[in-house]
């Protein structure tokens, strides 16, 4: 059976646009039980570990700034199959091609501010929730 957690991050732009009932919203009628939730403002260097993966990409100087400069929340998210199915629910990552209805249609600007952070596999799910909670935070 496919994982049952994935994790999301709601970007700066979204909170600061208003949207993050909206989004949190969309996500519960989805399915999904938050089963932790948090809002913080990542330091650079915190935003750089994150994303480690990409270190060395152009994108991920741009994207860690971006990522720090203002509050996220960030939340675990369970259903069966749930990072399959969140990555429907949120759509592409550049909003302009994303299907209609998706979170990242609805609420993204552009391919950086796109609204939120979806996991990409069952291990990275558990990677990137254990970087936020510990097991004393999950409900």
């Known amino acids: 059976m496919k994982g049952r957690i ?3 991050m709601i970007k700066p ?3 600061e646009d208003g949207n993050l009932g909206n989004i949190l919203a969309k996500i519960q009628m989805a399915g999904f ?3 932790a939730l948090k809002m913080l403002r990542l330091r650079l260097n915190q935003a750089q570990e994150f994303y480690k ?3 060395g ?3 991920y100087k741009p ?4 990522m720090s400069n203002g509050p996220i929340v960030a939340a675990i998210l369970e259903k069966d199959n749930a990072v399959e199915d969140f990555r429907k629910l949120i759509g ?3 909003p302009s091609t994303a299907q209609e209805g ?3 249609k609805l609420f993204g600007l552009n391919t950086r501010e796109n609204a939120v952070h979806g996991s990409d596999s069952d291990e990275n799910a558990r990677i990137e929730a254990d970087f936020f909670f510990s097991l004393l935070e999950r409900y």
């Open 6 to 8: 994935t994790l999301t």
């Open 92 to 94: 592409a990552t550049d």
């Open 53 to 55: 993966i990409h270190e």
């Open 102 to 104: 998706t979170i990242r």
């Open 33 to 35: 039980k938050i089963s």
């Open 63 to 66: 994207l860690t700034e971006f």
């Open 57 to 59: 990409r152009d994108f």
């Open 13 to 15: 732009h979204a909170i």
